[in-house]
């Protein structure tokens, strides 16, 4: 019987790890500013109402990774008819590779958000604006 429950409960784990192999961070969207190449991805590459997890990773033109320091990101989605305004920001935190940032976004509702991200390089502080669609 103990067994069987073990069985059972590592089976469910290793499905549960396919689930999130499936949804590995991929590119939304591409964008360039301040001479550096900014990819937004995330799981499964799109952006969806509700929770997102989100890396934002900065190139120079050469490829290598930018040393920059991203300070964070946030979806602005402006007033229409009698619905408000609305707005979603994530502080982006460092990874252990030099130019990736993750962070975590709730995004109220699906549609396009004009999204910012905000750094800072050798030139001082830099922004990327661009829109998404979130599905």
Known sequence: MIRTWVAAG?????????TACAQE??????TQ???????????GGKLT?????????????S???ADVQAQGIRFFM?????????????????TDRPGVFEGRVDLSMKG??????????AGGPQRAVFS???Q
């Open 10 to 18: 590592l089976t469910v784990s290793l499905a549960l790890g396919l």
């Open 25 to 30: 961070l991929q590119p939304v969207t591409t």
């Open 33 to 43: 500013a301040a001479g550096k190449t900014i990819v937004l991805s995330a799981p």
């Open 49 to 61: 109402s509700g929770e997102n997890a989100l890396r934002v990773s900065f190139q120079e033109p």
């Open 63 to 65: 490829g290598q990774p």
């Open 78 to 94: 402006p007033a229409m008819g009698t619905m408000a305004a609305m707005s979603a920001e994530s502080a982006l935190r460092p």
């Open 112 to 121: 396009t958000w004009q999204t910012t991200v905000t750094f800072q390089d």
């Open 132 to 134: 998404i669609q979130a």
